[in-house]
């Protein structure tokens, strides 16, 4: 008994802390210029483009079982179709610099035998995949990703890839899944649209072959020289990594700028709390003394600071020390997993279903937008992603300044961090999707900062995986990949300081931190917000 606790003390790391993508096991490749790789639902194909050979290897050793010859010279893309292999050659084949005309041969797996020869629907066709029936390919020339007929090359559907360089691809029953050398990523991509769904970090730097044996996907790395198995739907929902650990100052300023009096300044600053992504390694701290700390109908704590007879000419202010652990965090979120709306805890909807003044989600242009993007759709998940991809397709980023209500913002079809948040929170409310929005102060650019810009993003509650982060605005980028790259995805340069569901009694629509004041008639007053950040000493 004793052994048997001590082996699972072991092993329960690894069990809590495993996430998509993680290297379960990696070996040497037979060759040093590995591309194409494929499953024979036993062993392991792996295309060589310089010894023009195709590598059968034991998945559960690494051992070369035997090798055949390639249909051509340029070896790139595999594939496993039941009884033979395909294989994409760039250069059709003729051994020919710059002849970029992509040729899909069919091979006898025993001799190499060419079956059948296909025309790429591509120039450069580089990952291979099948999907039961048709062939997949994805060209970093056009950067495209392509279902073909393995009759004759005719396409089937095409769509952009997730980004710039995409080298491999595997179908595993439901979805696509697609390498970037680029970006060092591996997209899971849903194969009706393109749309990305997972975003898992690469095991190298230059990943090329993908395959999928049934359970796991595998990825062959051309820098590294090795094959490596990944981990895929293990249950971990998501990952944090790249810790950063700064100490964080919040100051709120009101200034008197005269003639006549503030007769009372009132400020809050918003109390940061633990999340999945940071935590608070010290208490904060507050200046100047006397505050009080209260709780607004959100739950948000403040710290709030009295002040009176504030003389012209003169400043007073707030400010808030904390010392805090903020990491990386990827969800993985895999949509058949997502609860059904029925799934969403009562005290949940009750609170972050209200309606108001900025949602105003029963207006018609809100309800218009809701019926145009949601449609009949039920999957949690895809209402969290149409509402997403309809924002996309009909707003821009633009920081004009104000905050209006999410029925202008999009019949405006421009806005802010914050507009885009009050929209997306108002279209998910009225398709009885909860969610909020967040606050933070930001690092900008050096980890010695200064900030005064500050973000705010929402969350929305999806059954099964609890809260998670995703941020409107950053929809508008060009890439697919760059695109999902702000749903379920935090980098390590956000304290969160406030969670709000909308207006509060202490921090209104605000974030990071509040003021008000009474002045005696015709007394001007400035409000100035800042945070600065100084990384921790090594």
């Known amino acids: ?43 392991i194909w792996l295309a060589d483009y310089k010894t023009d050979k195709l590598y059968c290897i034991n998945p559960e050793n690494g051992k070369l079982i035997r090798s055949i010859p390639a249909p051509a010279y340029y070896p790139e893309g595999l594939a496993w179709d039941g009884e033979a292999l395909w294989n994409a050659d760039i250069k059709g084949g003729i051994p020919l610099s710059e002849n970029y005309n992509g040729i899909i041969y069919r091979i006898n797996p025993e001799d190499g035998t060419i079956l059948k020869t296909v025309q790429s629907p591509s120039h450069s066709p ?177 710290a709030h600071f009295h002040f009176e007879n504030v003389d012209a000419g003169k400043s007073v202010e707030g400010d808030m020390v904390v010392k805090a652990k903020i990491n990386e965090i990827r969800y993985f979120i895999y949509p058949e997993e997502v609860g059904s709306l029925n799934d969403i805890p009562q005290n949940i909807k009750d609170k972050y279903l209200e309606n108001n003044e900025k949602y105003h989600f029963d207006h018609p242009v809100i309800q218009n937008a809701v019926k145009e993007a949601v449609g009949e759709e ?87 995986y609890g809260w998670v982060p995703i941020d409107p605005s950053g929809g508008d980028q060009d890439w697919p990949g760059n695109q999902a790259n702000y749903i379920g995805h935090l980098a390590n340069r956000f304290l969160i300081t406030t969670e709000g569901g909308g207006g509060s009694e202490t921090m209104e629509w605000t974030y990071n931190s509040n003021d008000f004041w009474t002045t005696e008639p015709k007394t001007y007053v400035v409000s100035d917000r800042f945070a600065e950040w100084e990384p921790e000493k090594k």
């Open 1 to 43: 008994m004793k052994k048997l606790i001590s082996i699972i003390s072991v092993l329960l790391p690894v069990m809590l802390f495993a996430y998509t993508g993680e290297i379960i096991t990696s070996f040497d490749t037979p060759g040093h210029f590995p591309t194409g790789m494929t499953f024979d639902g036993k062993n």
């Open 378 to 464: 039920t999957n949690a998940y895809l209402i969290f992603r149409k509402i997403f991809n309809y924002l996309i397709d009909n707003m821009y980023y633009e920081m004009s300044g104000g905050w209006n209500t999410a029925p202008t913002v999009l019949a405006r079809g421009n806005g802010s961090c914050s507009e885009y948040s009050f929209v997306y929170i108002a279209m998910c409310r009225a398709a009885g999707l909860p969610a909020r929005y967040v606050g933070s102060v930001v690092v900008r650019g050096d980890d010695a900062s200064y900030d005064d810009v500050f973000h705010r993003w929402v969350e929305v509650y999806l059954p099964n």
């Open 126 to 302: 580089r990952g291979l995949t099948w999907d039961g029936k048709y062939l997949w390919c994805v060209d970093d020339g056009e950067d495209k990703v392509i279902q073909f007929s393995p009759d004759d090359g005719t396409t089937i559907k095409s769509f952009r890839s997730p980004s710039s360089h995409p080298q491999g691809i595997t179908f595993d029953g439901k979805y696509l899944w697609i390498s970037d050398r680029i970006q060092d990523k591996i997209y899971m991509v849903d194969p009706e649209n393109g749309m990305v769904i997972i975003i898992a970090d690469a095991p190298g730097k230059y990943t090329r072959g993908l395959c999928y044996d049934g359970n796991t996907v595998w990825a062959a790395d051309y820098q590294d020289d090795k094959i490596y198995k990944l981990k895929t739907r293990d249950g971990q929902k998501f990952r944090t990594y790249n810790p950063r650990v700064a100490t964080v100052t919040v100051t709120d300023m009101v200034t008197n700028l005269g003639p006549g009096k503030v007769l009372t300044a009132d400020i809050h600053l918003a109390i940061p709390k633990d999340r999945p992504n940071q935590s608070i390694i010290s208490t904060p701290t507050y200046k100047p003394k006397g505050y009080e700390i209260v709780t607004d109908k959100w739950g948000q704590q403040t």
